[in-house]
């Protein structure tokens, strides 16, 4: 059964800092690209960061230079990392495989304030 659970949203200032993990369990975690996804209100959901299985990393246009994404295949989890926060930034994030799966979590949210 696949399961994915994201945490470490929650409300910071612009300019801030904020950190998301992401424990994937029932994927053979190790030979997939991890993905983080955001979706804003009313707006679709976007990937923002990619990890491939070696490391390999892209970035959304919007998160460049500001967000690291990072990857622990001993223990199935990915992780992102979130700096110098703007408001634009508000949204669930949601972490999945790349391309995802039909599967997501229930997502975690970031709110940051003007």
């Known amino acids: 059964q696949v399961q994915l659970v994201e945490s470490g949203g929650g409300l910071v200032q612009a300019g801030g800092s904020l950190g998301l993990s992401c424990a994937a369990n029932g994927i053979i975690f190790s030979i997939n690209s991890m993905g983080w996804y955001r979706q804003a209100p009313g707006k679709q959901r976007d990937l923002v960061a990619k990890?491939?299985?070696?490391?390999?990393?892209n970035y959304g246009d919007p998160v460049k230079g500001r967000f690291t994404i990072s990857r622990d295949n001993a223990k199935n989890m990915v992780y992102l990392q979130m700096n110098s926060l703007k408001p634009e930034d508000t949204a669930v994030y949601y972490c999945?495989?790349?391309?995802?799966?039909?599967?997501w979590g229930q997502g975690t949210q970031v709110t940051v304030s003007s």
């Open positions: 990890i491939s299985p070696g490391g390999s990393i």
């Open positions: 999945n495989t790349v391309p995802p799966i039909p599967t």
